[in-house]
Protein backbone atom coordinates (compact mmCIF):
# COMPACT_ATOMS: atom_id res chain seq x y z
CA UNK A 1 0.00 0.00 0.00
CA UNK A 2 1.33 3.31 -0.96
CA UNK A 3 1.47 5.97 1.44
CA UNK A 4 2.86 9.33 1.82
CA UNK A 5 2.88 8.16 6.34
CA UNK A 6 6.52 6.90 7.47
CA UNK A 7 6.61 4.89 10.65
CA UNK A 8 7.04 8.01 12.78
CA UNK A 9 4.27 9.26 11.59
CA UNK A 10 1.80 6.53 12.42
CA UNK A 11 3.47 6.33 15.53
CA UNK A 12 2.76 9.84 16.38
CA UNK A 13 -0.76 9.86 15.60
CA UNK A 14 -1.18 6.56 17.65
CA UNK A 15 -0.03 8.71 20.32
CA UNK A 16 -2.11 11.39 20.18
CA UNK A 17 -5.37 9.47 19.65
CA UNK A 18 -4.13 7.76 23.05
CA UNK A 19 -3.78 10.96 24.79
CA UNK A 20 -6.62 12.73 23.37
CA UNK A 21 -8.86 9.47 24.17
CA UNK A 22 -7.72 10.14 27.82
CA UNK A 23 -8.64 13.86 27.66
CA UNK A 24 -11.75 13.08 26.56
CA UNK A 25 -11.89 10.79 29.62
CA UNK A 26 -10.21 12.87 32.24
CA UNK A 27 -13.08 15.48 31.49
CA UNK A 28 -15.94 13.39 31.44
CA UNK A 29 -14.74 12.45 35.13
CA UNK A 30 -14.34 15.78 36.54
CA UNK A 31 -17.83 16.86 34.97
CA UNK A 32 -19.24 13.97 36.63
CA UNK A 33 -23.13 13.48 36.45
CA UNK A 34 -23.48 16.83 35.36
CA UNK A 35 -24.72 17.92 31.42
CA UNK A 36 -22.61 19.62 29.15
CA UNK A 37 -23.40 22.90 29.26
CA UNK A 38 -24.06 24.42 25.69
CA UNK A 39 -21.09 27.26 25.81
CA UNK A 40 -18.36 24.14 26.60
CA UNK A 41 -19.81 21.95 24.20
CA UNK A 42 -19.17 24.82 21.80
CA UNK A 43 -15.87 25.63 23.41
CA UNK A 44 -14.84 21.76 22.91
CA UNK A 45 -16.41 21.37 19.41
CA UNK A 46 -14.22 24.31 17.98
CA UNK A 47 -10.94 23.11 19.80
CA UNK A 48 -10.61 19.86 17.94
CA UNK A 49 -11.71 21.73 14.74
CA UNK A 50 -9.01 23.32 15.27
CA UNK A 51 -6.79 20.92 16.21
CA UNK A 52 -7.77 19.11 13.07
CA UNK A 53 -6.71 22.01 10.89
CA UNK A 54 -3.39 22.44 13.14
CA UNK A 55 -2.61 19.28 11.61
CA UNK A 56 -3.47 20.17 8.22
CA UNK A 57 -0.96 22.97 8.06
CA UNK A 58 1.25 20.46 9.35
CA UNK A 59 1.05 17.92 7.22
CA UNK A 60 0.99 20.72 4.23
CA UNK A 61 4.79 21.72 5.76
CA UNK A 62 5.72 18.42 6.21
CA UNK A 63 5.63 17.18 2.61
CA UNK A 64 6.49 20.81 1.35
CA UNK A 65 9.42 20.21 2.19
CA UNK A 66 9.98 16.72 1.58
CA UNK A 67 8.04 15.51 -1.55
CA UNK A 68 7.19 18.82 -3.18
CA UNK A 69 4.65 21.54 -3.35
CA UNK A 70 2.53 19.80 -5.82
CA UNK A 71 2.12 16.80 -3.73
CA UNK A 72 1.51 18.61 -0.33
CA UNK A 73 -1.46 20.53 -2.02
CA UNK A 74 -2.64 17.41 -3.40
CA UNK A 75 -2.13 15.34 -0.53
CA UNK A 76 -3.58 18.52 2.20
CA UNK A 77 -6.50 18.68 -0.33
CA UNK A 78 -7.22 15.14 0.19
CA UNK A 79 -7.13 15.42 3.90
CA UNK A 80 -9.49 18.18 3.99
CA UNK A 81 -11.93 17.02 1.58
CA UNK A 82 -12.27 13.48 3.44
CA UNK A 83 -12.59 15.20 6.66
CA UNK A 84 -15.28 17.46 5.55
CA UNK A 85 -17.06 14.44 4.50
CA UNK A 86 -16.57 12.37 7.79
CA UNK A 87 -17.69 15.33 9.61
CA UNK A 88 -21.08 15.57 8.13
CA UNK A 89 -21.40 11.66 7.91
CA UNK A 90 -20.62 11.79 11.87
CA UNK A 91 -23.30 14.56 12.48
CA UNK A 92 -26.00 11.99 10.55
CA UNK A 93 -24.53 9.72 13.39
CA UNK A 94 -25.30 12.26 16.28
CA UNK A 95 -28.88 12.52 15.06
CA UNK A 96 -29.18 9.02 15.36
CA UNK A 97 -27.74 8.62 18.47
CA UNK A 98 -30.21 11.73 19.59
CA UNK A 99 -32.79 9.41 18.59
CA UNK A 100 -31.61 6.93 20.81
CA UNK A 101 -31.67 8.81 23.70
CA UNK A 102 -34.70 10.20 22.90
CA UNK A 103 -36.51 7.34 22.80
CA UNK A 104 -35.26 5.16 25.37
CA UNK A 105 -35.13 8.46 27.86
CA UNK A 106 -31.85 7.86 28.42
CA UNK A 107 -30.58 10.92 30.90
CA UNK A 108 -28.03 13.76 30.11
CA UNK A 109 -25.87 12.47 32.94
CA UNK A 110 -25.64 8.91 31.57
CA UNK A 111 -25.42 9.89 28.13
CA UNK A 112 -21.69 11.17 28.17
CA UNK A 113 -20.40 7.62 29.54
CA UNK A 114 -22.34 5.64 26.28
CA UNK A 115 -20.77 8.36 24.34
CA UNK A 116 -17.42 8.57 25.35
CA UNK A 117 -17.40 4.37 25.15
CA UNK A 118 -19.01 4.81 21.52
CA UNK A 119 -16.54 6.94 20.32
CA UNK A 120 -13.49 4.61 21.31
CA UNK A 121 -15.62 1.83 19.70
CA UNK A 122 -15.79 3.51 16.05
CA UNK A 123 -11.90 4.51 16.64
CA UNK A 124 -10.80 1.07 16.62
CA UNK A 125 -13.62 -0.40 14.27
CA UNK A 126 -12.79 2.28 11.93
CA UNK A 127 -8.59 1.34 12.35
CA UNK A 128 -9.28 -1.96 11.31
CA UNK A 129 -11.94 -1.39 8.37
CA UNK A 130 -9.45 1.29 6.82
CA UNK A 131 -6.26 -1.09 6.92
CA UNK A 132 -8.67 -3.50 5.99
CA UNK A 133 -10.40 -1.51 2.89
CA UNK A 134 -6.66 -0.36 2.12
CA UNK A 135 -5.30 -3.37 1.83
CA UNK A 136 -8.48 -5.24 -0.38
CA UNK A 137 -7.84 -1.65 -3.23
CA UNK A 138 -4.31 -2.33 -3.38
CA UNK A 139 -5.03 -5.99 -4.07
CA UNK A 140 -8.10 -5.86 -6.56
CA UNK A 141 -8.67 -2.75 -8.09
CA UNK A 142 -12.24 -3.70 -8.70
CA UNK A 143 -13.05 -2.93 -5.15
CA UNK A 144 -13.39 0.59 -5.91
CA UNK A 145 -16.41 0.01 -8.36
CA UNK A 146 -18.01 -2.03 -5.58
CA UNK A 147 -17.68 0.57 -3.43
CA UNK A 148 -19.15 3.19 -5.42
CA UNK A 149 -22.28 1.11 -6.84
CA UNK A 150 -23.08 1.13 -2.97
CA UNK A 151 -22.17 4.48 -2.50
CA UNK A 152 -24.27 5.67 -5.18
CA UNK A 153 -27.43 2.90 -3.65
CA UNK A 154 -26.88 4.29 -0.18
CA UNK A 155 -27.40 7.86 -1.22
CA UNK A 156 -30.08 7.24 -3.24
CA UNK A 157 -32.06 5.35 -0.08
CA UNK A 158 -30.92 8.05 1.95
CA UNK A 159 -32.41 10.84 -0.46
CA UNK A 160 -35.71 8.70 -0.37
CA UNK A 161 -35.55 7.86 3.47
CA UNK A 162 -34.92 11.42 4.45
CA UNK A 163 -37.31 13.80 6.18
CA UNK A 164 -39.23 10.12 7.65
CA UNK A 165 -38.79 8.98 11.46
CA UNK A 166 -37.43 5.74 11.57
CA UNK A 167 -39.50 2.94 13.20
CA UNK A 168 -36.96 1.92 16.26
CA UNK A 169 -39.31 -0.12 17.76
CA UNK A 170 -38.87 -2.59 14.56
CA UNK A 171 -35.68 -2.70 14.53
CA UNK A 172 -34.23 -6.56 14.31
CA UNK A 173 -31.09 -5.78 16.84
CA UNK A 174 -33.64 -4.37 19.61
CA UNK A 175 -36.49 -7.01 18.72
CA UNK A 176 -33.79 -10.15 19.33
CA UNK A 177 -32.39 -8.42 22.52
CA UNK A 178 -36.06 -7.98 23.87
CA UNK A 179 -36.82 -11.12 23.39
CA UNK A 180 -33.30 -13.09 24.20
CA UNK A 181 -32.30 -10.50 27.07
CA UNK A 182 -33.77 -10.23 30.53
CA UNK A 183 -33.99 -6.38 30.44
CA UNK A 184 -34.66 -4.53 33.65
CA UNK A 185 -37.58 -1.87 33.24
CA UNK A 186 -35.68 1.04 34.38
CA UNK A 187 -32.32 2.86 34.58
CA UNK A 188 -29.80 1.58 37.28
CA UNK A 189 -27.24 4.46 37.76
CA UNK A 190 -24.75 4.15 35.20
CA UNK A 191 -24.98 0.22 35.24
CA UNK A 192 -25.10 -1.91 31.75
CA UNK A 193 -26.54 -4.81 34.18
CA UNK A 194 -26.72 -6.34 37.42
CA UNK A 195 -27.39 -9.24 39.32
CA UNK A 196 -30.39 -10.08 41.26
CA UNK A 197 -31.72 -13.47 42.84
CA UNK A 198 -28.53 -15.21 40.86
CA UNK A 199 -30.02 -13.99 37.52
CA UNK A 200 -28.64 -11.26 35.23
CA UNK A 201 -30.21 -8.51 34.33
CA UNK A 202 -29.29 -5.74 31.55
CA UNK A 203 -30.44 -2.15 31.84
CA UNK A 204 -31.92 -0.13 29.04
CA UNK A 205 -28.05 1.34 28.66
CA UNK A 206 -27.04 -1.68 28.06
CA UNK A 207 -29.76 -1.55 25.16
CA UNK A 208 -28.80 1.99 23.95
CA UNK A 209 -24.68 1.24 23.61
CA UNK A 210 -25.28 -1.70 21.62
CA UNK A 211 -27.72 -0.13 19.36
CA UNK A 212 -24.90 2.53 19.32
CA UNK A 213 -22.57 0.12 18.26
CA UNK A 214 -24.78 -0.76 15.28
CA UNK A 215 -24.87 2.42 14.31
CA UNK A 216 -21.21 2.57 14.77
CA UNK A 217 -20.79 -0.26 12.34
CA UNK A 218 -23.62 1.18 9.40
CA UNK A 219 -22.32 4.58 9.56
CA UNK A 220 -18.85 3.12 9.45
CA UNK A 221 -19.79 0.81 5.77
CA UNK A 222 -21.34 4.02 4.51
CA UNK A 223 -18.46 6.73 5.30
CA UNK A 224 -15.43 4.78 4.80
CA UNK A 225 -15.58 4.21 1.04
CA UNK A 226 -16.70 7.94 0.64
CA UNK A 227 -12.93 8.64 1.51
CA UNK A 228 -11.53 5.81 -0.50
CA UNK A 229 -13.17 7.92 -3.30
CA UNK A 230 -11.47 10.60 -2.37
CA UNK A 231 -8.10 8.85 -1.78
CA UNK A 232 -6.35 5.32 -1.25
CA UNK A 233 -3.65 6.01 0.68
CA UNK A 234 -4.37 5.01 4.35
CA UNK A 235 -2.91 7.51 6.12
CA UNK A 236 -4.97 10.18 4.61
CA UNK A 237 -7.83 7.88 4.75
CA UNK A 238 -7.25 7.19 8.66
CA UNK A 239 -6.31 10.36 9.76
CA UNK A 240 -9.61 12.40 8.62
CA UNK A 241 -11.77 9.93 9.64
CA UNK A 242 -10.35 9.53 13.60
CA UNK A 243 -10.43 13.79 13.53
CA UNK A 244 -13.74 13.58 12.63
CA UNK A 245 -14.72 11.12 15.25
CA UNK A 246 -12.47 12.85 17.89
CA UNK A 247 -14.92 15.89 19.30
CA UNK A 248 -18.09 13.61 18.23
CA UNK A 249 -19.12 13.80 22.32
CA UNK A 250 -18.81 18.00 22.78
CA UNK A 251 -20.64 18.07 19.26
CA UNK A 252 -23.82 15.86 20.25
CA UNK A 253 -24.35 18.09 22.92
CA UNK A 254 -24.57 21.30 20.56
CA UNK A 255 -26.57 19.55 18.25
CA UNK A 256 -28.89 17.90 20.14
CA UNK A 257 -30.59 21.41 20.87
CA UNK A 258 -30.38 21.97 17.04
CA UNK A 259 -31.26 19.12 15.25
CA UNK A 260 -34.47 20.13 14.07
CA UNK A 261 -33.15 22.85 12.56
CA UNK A 262 -31.24 21.33 10.30
CA UNK A 263 -33.98 19.22 8.98
CA UNK A 264 -32.85 19.13 5.10
CA UNK A 265 -29.23 18.15 5.97
CA UNK A 266 -30.05 14.45 5.24
CA UNK A 267 -30.72 15.53 1.94
CA UNK A 268 -27.30 16.81 1.48
CA UNK A 269 -25.38 14.23 2.43
CA UNK A 270 -27.57 11.96 0.33
CA UNK A 271 -26.23 14.11 -2.71
CA UNK A 272 -22.72 13.63 -1.37
CA UNK A 273 -22.86 9.71 -1.24
CA UNK A 274 -24.37 10.01 -4.64
CA UNK A 275 -21.25 12.74 -5.78
CA UNK A 276 -18.33 10.64 -4.00
CA UNK A 277 -20.04 7.53 -5.72
CA UNK A 278 -20.22 8.54 -8.77
CA UNK A 279 -16.65 9.95 -8.89
CA UNK A 280 -15.32 6.33 -7.51
CA UNK A 281 -17.45 4.83 -11.03
CA UNK A 282 -15.57 7.29 -12.97
CA UNK A 283 -12.36 6.89 -11.55
CA UNK A 284 -10.76 5.40 -14.56
CA UNK A 285 -12.78 7.66 -17.09
CA UNK A 286 -12.03 10.75 -15.27
CA UNK A 287 -10.47 11.76 -12.06
CA UNK A 288 -12.08 14.44 -10.82
CA UNK A 289 -9.31 16.94 -9.13
CA UNK A 290 -9.34 16.97 -5.30
CA UNK A 291 -9.97 20.86 -5.17
CA UNK A 292 -13.55 20.10 -7.34
CA UNK A 293 -14.15 17.22 -4.87
CA UNK A 294 -13.84 19.40 -1.92
CA UNK A 295 -15.55 22.72 -3.68
CA UNK A 296 -18.58 20.44 -4.30
CA UNK A 297 -19.22 19.01 -1.18
CA UNK A 298 -18.86 22.33 0.48
CA UNK A 299 -21.52 23.99 -1.56
CA UNK A 300 -23.69 20.93 -1.18
CA UNK A 301 -22.92 21.31 2.88
CA UNK A 302 -23.91 24.80 2.88
CA UNK A 303 -27.04 25.05 0.11
CA UNK A 304 -28.25 22.05 2.37
CA UNK A 305 -28.01 24.44 6.06
CA UNK A 306 -28.72 27.15 4.57
CA UNK A 307 -31.74 25.86 2.92
CA UNK A 308 -32.63 24.61 6.14
CA UNK A 309 -32.38 27.70 7.97
CA UNK A 310 -34.62 29.37 5.50
CA UNK A 311 -37.42 27.03 5.58
CA UNK A 312 -38.96 25.52 8.68
CA UNK A 313 -39.47 21.60 9.16
CA UNK A 314 -43.46 20.88 8.29
CA UNK A 315 -45.28 20.54 11.81
CA UNK A 316 -45.46 16.88 12.69
CA UNK A 317 -49.11 15.33 12.47
CA UNK A 318 -50.83 15.05 15.81
Not at 63 to 90: C, M, P, Q, W
Not at 103 to 131: D, S
Not at 226 to 248: E, H, K, M
Request: hydrophobic share 60%; glycine share 8%; proline share 4%.
Amino acid sequence: METIGSTWMWAGFAVFVVVATAIDLLLLRGQGDKPVPMRAALGWSAVWVAVAGVFAAGLWWHLDGSAGREVANERTGEFVTGYLIEKSLAVDNIFVFLMLFTYFAVPAAMQKRVLVLGIIGAIVLRTIMILVGAWLIAKFHWVLYAFGAFLLLTGVKMWLAAGKAPDLASNPVLKWMRGHLALTPGFHGDRFWLTQDGKRWFTPLFVVMVLIGVTDVVFAVDSIPAIFAITSDPFIVLTSNIFAILGLRALYFVLADLAGRFHLLSYGLALILVFVGTKMLLIDVFKIPVWWSLATVGLILAASIVASLARKPAPKPT
